[in-house]
Nanobody, 120 residues
Framework: QVQLVESGGGLVQAGGSLRLSCAAS????????MGWYRQAPGKQREWVAG???????NYANSVKGRFTISSDNAKNTVYLQMNSLKPEDTAVYSC??????????????WGQGTQVSVSS
């Protein structure tokens, strides 16, 4: 079983910045990719950014140029640097990992989420 724990959320004013972290732990054999999703109340979960084990990154159009995803493979940790935050960025941000453990086949693990609130 893989556990993902997010941190770094909070309340900021529009134009501000936050840096989210997500650390994966457990009997990890391989992490193929990690990413960030967000979900506002009443809306479906939206993909935000992803990074592969090789370091290749991708972003949703809504955050390109403002957010940066990075990872520390040795720590099994992914980060999301969020700059120029907008009220529409307000959501619960969840970490995702495409992982394989020593005892399981490849599957998607999810963290519990961290709240990001951006005031206008």
């Amino acid at each position: 079983q893989v556990q993902l724990v997010e941190s770094g959320g909070g309340l900021v004013q529009a134009g501000g910045s936050l840096r989210l972290s997500c650390a994966a732990s457990g009997s990890i054999s391989s992490i193929y990719s990690m990413g960030w999703y967000r979900q506002a109340p009443g809306k479906q979960r939206e993909w935000v950014a992803g990074i592969s084990s090789s370091g290749s990154t991708n972003y949703a159009n809504s955050v390109k140029g403002r957010f940066t995803i990075s990872s520390d493979n040795a720590k099994n940790t992914v980060y999301l640097q969020m700059n120029s935050l907008k009220p529409e960025d307000t959501a619960v941000y969840s970490c995702n990992a495409d992982v394989r453990t020593y005892y399981s086949e490849r599957y998607n693990a999810w963290g519990q989420g961290t709240q990001v609130s951006v005031s206008s």
